[in-house]
């Protein structure tokens, strides 16, 4: 099982409720334990706090405060002003006044298990960024959405909402054991101002969608668990969806070879789920079943792609990856032979579909960061075709081409009619997959985040 | 049609010479019409065919790789279209033609050739050659 930002902050939630229980049920035996504790109720804030600042932008929120400080009426509308000032309220956390307890390194308590697991996840999201916040992989621009972030914050805010409502089970344990009321008002002062940021924090979080955006994100590390068929193929799809990520960067590697491979994978997978499903296959195109449909689509273009000529090799780890996703598929899905019969309903034939469909999906991703791959090879006019290939409608009209074949030459820089065939393919494999899109950011934010890779029809216009 | 390509096919085999050219052009052929017929037939049968086309195809980049003059010089025919009715053993005779003949010089350039590299590249070629031959010779049963 790899963690997702949604299992962490989630665990971290049945912590602090462990921990609040422990306290109400059990109290403290003497007073070193009151303080402990209460030094992991600080350390617990702390971690809220230095997430909730990785999720917001402090910066900006900073920067609104000074601007509207003349204005005198703190502003409640804003999501972040209101988590800056919830978490300004407690005064410092990481260094404390002198009052203020930290916990024994020994101390064991559940509270300081969520703190560790608040801060995992925010290591668990960073991964996807380099130190100047750019892209790390495909689930960054999910990341760096900041609806998505904001509402990301609307668990936060429960949590610590939990978590501040503790505050009176502390009190309560701690006049059991005798110690001093200055010493716990000087611990836990009243705080009901800040208990109604969080509220109202809560409240503005849930206007941006429902925080399962950053829920299913992993760390950016692809390892693959090779002991279950299914759980390996899982994992080779993501490694896979990775690696075309990277090849759509701004430098790809020249390679046309590694998208002919990743086309024949997307027909090997598409096909072998419709047998899984007992489609028909064997009849004459255009097929009715949308998955057999996908798969003569990537047999198309993995065929049109044959013709190009480029100076990059093919990627050895993403063929590797391929040859044995292939193998995996052939285990679970076999071509000729009823493997399992499918028809059953128990949990390894819903694993078993899940795996295959989990796996088409990402080839219907693949093929759109293949696209943007292709097209910015095409640019770079480091694509070949040979000349004795071109014919009919791409020669007519486009004269130096036709005229290099006359001459005898024998590859010419790809013509953009004939790109724009393989551009085509791609549009058509994107237009039968156009459910499954990795991220779509909303109208309002595509224009912050532009793909350094994303193919621009207007300037690819008259250039190969 | 059967016809033609088994035309397209004899002329293949009559130019190519027994050296490297001779290995590309005939893969070059083979796996031209391996992705031509799998683009006719239903995907079943079609999607086996890409592979087996793939594998030619790789082993023909693997020829280029290791001799780069090779592409330019060597003769590239392609058989064509397939008519509308499909004789499936007929045409993949002729593909296994073409990789027979593309066998026995392999056999021949590696018996021939001293150097080590060069021969565990005809080695590695052959094996890929083997199995997409494989692969037709199963469907036209």
Redesign the interface.
């Known amino acids: 099982m790899i963690a997702t930002y949604g299992d962490l902050v989630g665990a971290a939630g049945v912590d602090i409720h462990t921990g609040l229980l422990r306290v109400m049920r059990r109290g403290f035996v003497d007073h070193k334990q009151a303080e402990n504790t209460v030094g992991a109720y600080y350390d617990l804030l702390a971690a809220l706090r230095s997430h909730t600042w990785w999720l917001i932008d402090p910066a900006r929120a900073r920067g609104e405060e000074l601007a509207r400080a003349m204005h005198r009426k703190p502003d409640d509308s804003d999501l972040d002003m209101v988590a800056a000032r919830l978490f300004a309220g407690f005064g410092p956390l990481a260094q404390r006044p002198v009052w203020l307890p930290y916990p024994d390194p020994d101390f064991d308590h559940p509270w300081r298990d969520a703190a560790d697991k608040i801060g995992a996840a925010t290591d668990l999201l960073e991964t996807h960024l380099g130190p100047h916040r750019e892209p790390r992989s495909e689930q960054a621009a999910l990341v760096l959405d900041p609806g998505q972030r904001r509402g990301a914050l609307g668990f936060i805010a429960m949590l610590t909402s939990v978590t501040m409502s503790a505050d009176s089970a502390i009190g309560a344990a701690c006049r059991h054991r005798d110690i001093p009321w200055q010493t716990v008002m000087k611990w836990l002062p009243d705080r009901d101002a800040t208990k109604v940021l969080v509220h109202r924090m809560g409240e503005l979080a849930a206007k941006h969608g429902d925080g399962r955006g950053l829920r299913d994100i992993t760390a950016n590390l692809y390892p693959v668990r090779e002991d279950d068929p299914i759980v390996e193929l899982g994992d080779r799809m993501l490694r896979l969806r990775h690696a075309a990520w990277g090849l759509a960067a701004a430098t790809p590697d020249y390679s046309v ?1 590694t998208l ?1 491979d990743l086309a ?1 994978l997307g ?2 997978t598409h ?1 072998h789920t ?1 047998i899984a499903h007992g489609l028909d ?5 255009p ?1 009715p079943h949308r998955l ?1 449909a996908t ?2 689509a990537f ?2 273009l ?2 049109d792609l ?1 013709d190009y ?1 480029a100076p990059g ?1 093919p990627d050895p780890d993403i063929r590797m990856d391929i040859l044995a996703a292939r193998e995996l598929l052939m285990q679970i899905a076999p ?1 000729h032979r009823p493997a399992r019969p499918l028809t059953i309903s128990d949990p390894t034939t819903r694993a078993t579909l899940s795996a295959l469909h989990g796996a088409c999906e990402v080839m219907g991703q693949v093929a759109r960061m293949n696209q943007a791959t292709f097209a910015t090879l095409a640019r770079s006019e480091q694509i070949h075709v ?1 000349t ?2 071109l014919d009919g409608d791409i020669l007519s009209n486009d004269p130096t081409t036709a005229q290099a074949k006359l001459n005898g030459v ?1 590859r010419v820089i790809a013509p953009p009619a004939r790109v724009q065939q393989t551009l085509q393919h791609y549009e058509a494999i994107g237009a039968v997959t156009g459910h499954v899109a990795l991220y779509q950011p909303a109208v309002a934010h595509a224009a912050d985040y532009e793909h350094p890779a994303l193919f621009r029809q207007a300037e690819f216009q008259g250039r190969p | 049609m059967g016809y033609t390509w088994s035309k397209g096919a004899d002329a293949v085999l009559e130019h190519t010479a027994v050296d490297w050219d001779g290995v590309w052009s005939l893969l070059y052929a083979a ?1 031209k019409g391996t ?1 031509r017929l ?2 006719q037939l ?7 065919l ?2 087996a ?2 594998d030619i ?1 790789e082993a023909r ?1 693997e020829v280029s ?1 290791a001799h780069p003059e090779v ?2 010089t060597a003769i ?1 025919v ?1 058989l064509g279209p397939i008519g509308p009715v499909i004789d499936l053993p007929a045409t993949t005779a002729v593909l296994v033609g073409l990789l027979d003949a593309a066998f026995d010089r392999l056999t021949v350039l590696q018996d021939a050739d001293p150097d080590p590299d060069a021969r565990s590249l005809s080695r590695q070629i052959t094996w890929r050659v083997r199995s997409a031959r494989e692969a037709i010779q199963e469907l036209a049963r």
Do not use: K, N, T
Request: glycine letters at 10%.
């Open positions: 070879v002919h024949g027909m090997a096909l419709a296959v064997g009849a004459v195109a097929s057999v798969a003569q047999q198309e993995m065929i044959r000529l090799l071509l040979p004795r290939l024998r | 796996g992705f799998s683009l239903p995907l079943d049968v079609g999607a086996e890409a592979y086309g793939m195809c980049d790789w592409p330019l590239a392609d």
